[in-house]
């Protein structure tokens, strides 16, 4: 399994080190349009600010593999445990308004 997580992570992070991908405005813009930020509904101006802010990381030095340690753990079971966390919030949430 650590072999394959390994491998995960390499692949991860080359394809995060080619040449302009996520550093590319169009990269962050596309991805943020469909995840979260509707640039209609933000303004066009607090939208390019908000892609900034999602490109500047990749100026540091080992950010790649920083992102891809992120995705491999994502992967390697911390979904799981995201989803009992969001589902705990929302109980809490919940029982503070009712």
Same mark, same amino acid.
């Given at each position: 399994?650590? +072999?394959?997580?390994?491998?995960?992570?390499?692949?991860?992070?080359? /394809? +995060?080190?080619? #040449?302009?991908?996520? $550093?590319s405005?169009?990269?962050?813009? &596309?991805?943020?349009?469909?995840? *979260? $930020?509707? #640039? %209609?509904?933000?303004?066009?101006?607090? /939208?390019?600010?908000?892609? +900034?802010?999602?490109?500047?990381p990749?100026?540091?030095? &080992?950010?790649? %593999? &920083?992102?891809?340690? /992120?995705?491999?753990?994502?992967? *390697?079971?911390?979904?799981?445990? %995201? *989803?009992?966390?969001?589902r705990? +919030?929302?109980?809490?949430?919940?029982? %503070?308004?009712?």
């Amino acid at each position: 399994k650590s +072999l394959s997580f390994r491998i995960t992570r390499r692949i991860v992070r080359a /394809f +995060l080190q080619l #040449p302009g991908m996520v $550093y590319s405005r169009r990269f962050w813009e &596309g991805g943020l349009a469909s995840a *979260a $930020y509707r #640039p %209609d509904r933000l303004g066009a101006e607090r /939208f390019s600010k908000q892609v +900034l802010r999602y490109r500047w990381p990749s100026l540091c030095k &080992g950010w790649a %593999d &920083g992102l891809a340690n /992120f995705v491999v753990a994502r992967l *390697a079971g911390g979904l799981a445990e %995201d *989803a009992a966390v969001l589902r705990r +919030l929302v109980a809490a949430l919940c029982s %503070d308004t009712g």
